[in-house]
């Protein structure tokens, strides 16, 4: 049996991770990190709140297996593009680092289609070097995906992603041969491929693009 951690847990695909992970019998419990109480009762569950400014000092109750790492924002919620830059990459890779330092197996993060730092795109920019961050600290395995545009009902109003959404589906038949990667994801198919993919005895990094992440 295997215990898993979870950071994230409130967000769109965290919610959905946060499920599938209560539901595998492959995991005898399920630790969240959090800033706030999720309101959610399961005998598995464990909550734990923190500090992520922090999180190198977080012990876990017991040995952890498998990371699961949902952090994220974007620019106008964070605030700055500093502010965006502490969560998307300092939160991610410290949790990458506290993985390491306490013997997890794997480390499975949401990335971005598109994600390099070899481009003068920020946004891209700041997950490819969060990518190539986390792939270079030593862990037995890195599962890094890399969504495109994400689909679900989500705890705030965006309306750029709404209007994207609506784009996406009209021109999603377009996107075919190696376009395909690009197409929008359910947020839940993200979530049950991350889950599936943890159970399996590879090791090494592995990087799933939109399109292979079904």
């Known amino acids: ?41 399961h005998p598995k569950l464990e909550e734990l709140e923190i500090d992520f400014n922090q999180v190198d000092n977080f012990k876990a109750s017991e040995a952890v297996t498998d990371v699961f790492c949902c952090l994220g924002t974007t ?43 070899n481009t003068s795109n920020f946004y891209l920019l700041t997950k490819g070097k969060m990518e190539t961050e986390v792939s270079s600290i030593g862990l037995e395995t890195v599962h890094i995906f890399r969504p495109s545009l994400l689909i679900g009902k989500r705890n705030e109003f965006r309306f750029g992603e709404k209007v994207s959404e609506v784009l996406m589906t009209l021109f999603q038949p377009l996107l075919v041969g190696r376009f395909r990667k690009f ?32």
């Not at 695909?13 to 630790?31: E, F, M, N």
């Open 1 to 41: 049996m295997k215990t898993a951690l979870i950071a994230g847990a409130t967000g769109l695909i965290g919610q959905a991770i946060l499920k599938q992970l209560l539901d595998c019998k492959r995991y005898h419990k399920v630790i969240a990190l959090v800033r706030r109480p999720l309101d959610l009762n």
């Open 75 to 117: 620019i106008k919620t964070a605030g700055s593009k500093e502010a965006f830059t502490k969560v998307d990459y300092t939160y991610v890779v410290e949790l990458a680092n506290w993985a390491k330092q306490n013997g997890s197996q794997l480390f499975s993060v949401v990335s971005s289609v598109g994600a390099t730092p």
């Open 183 to 214: 197409r929008a994801i359910k947020a839940n198919e993200v979530a049950l491929a991350m889950c599936k993919r943890a159970q399996s005895e590879e090791k090494g990094k592995f990087i799933f693009e939109g399109d292979q992440i079904c």
